[in-house]
T-cell receptor, first 114, second 115 residues
Framework: DSGVTQTPKHLITATGQRVTLRCSPRSGDLSVYWYQQSLDQGLQFLIQYYNGEERAKGNILERFSAQQFPDLHSELNLSSLELGDSALYFC?????????????FGPGTRLTVT | AQTVTQSQPEMSVQEAETVTLSCTYDTSESDYYLFWYKQPPSRQMILVIRQEAYKQQNATENRFSVNFQKAAKSFSLKISDSQLGDAAMYFCAFERGGGADGLTFGKGTHLIIQP
């Protein structure tokens, strides 16, 4: 158990819909990362927040957005869903930023778009 | 932008034998970190080993060790005394020193352990 929690574990929804994925980082971690794992694209970095502020953006679509709240939990919002958005979405947390801090991954949320 | 290449989609090894997984990367950065992550069938991402680019000494964690060749931009993972529990997908990953853009992953190598 990494100490990072993600809810829900599974989500099934229809095309065009909007969903919210939630992540609670390890106690004391200030940095949260979101990753997408799909068969087509592999594992991709989406976005990073540090202490409530957006710090880095990766291959995140404009239909996707995220935020980190004052209690440091984070939410990833996916809208106008398409079949290709079906994937495993990971959240990871670390105490700070930089490769000298290990990223601890949550168990992921499996999103299926039908 | 950085790229990470794992040229072996699948590898198979006999239990108790040694196996080496290959990874090459491309970057113009001088300050960076390299990682190997394990993803078993449970899908949990588990850090296996980490290497700082500024360190010449190869990292070692129990049965896992790396061969870091900075000039060749190569970062292979050696698993000694392979165990059934080592069966998983293994991902090589890169992160810039400032951590400004998350982890860049390779496509992964599926490791099969033959009993």
């Amino acid at each position: 158990d990494s100490g990072v929690t993600q809810t829900p574990k599974h989500l099934i929804t229809a095309t065009g819909q909007r969903v919210t994925l939630r992540c609670s980082p390890r106690s004391g971690d200030l940095s949260v990362y979101w990753y997408q794992q799909s068969l087509d694209q592999g594992l991709q970095f989406l976005i990073q927040y540090y202490n409530g502020e957006e710090r880095a953006k990766g291959n995140i679509l404009e239909r996707f957005s995220a935020q980190q709240f004052p209690d440091l939990h984070s939410e990833l919002n996916l809208s106008s869903l398409e079949l290709g958005d079906s994937a495993l979405y990971f959240c990871a947390s670390s105490p700070s930023v930089g490769g000298n801090y290990e990223q601890y991954f949550g168990p992921g949320t499996r999103l299926t778009v039908t | 932008a950085q790229t990470v290449t794992q040229s072996q989609p699948e590898m198979s090894v006999q239990e108790a034998e040694t196996v080496t997984l290959s990874c090459t990367y491309d970057t113009s950065e001088s300050d960076y970190y390299l990682f190997w992550y394990k993803q078993p069938p449970s899908r949990q991402m588990i850090l296996v080993i980490r290497q700082e680019a500024y360190k010449q000494q190869n990292a070692t964690e129990n049965r896992f060790s790396v061969n870091f060749q900075k000039a060749a931009k190569s970062f292979s993972l050696k698993i000694s005394d392979s165990q059934l529990g080592d069966a998983a997908m293994y991902f090589c990953a890169f992160e810039r020193g400032g951590g400004a853009d998350g982890l860049t992953f390779g496509k992964g190598t599926h490791l099969i352990i033959q009993p």
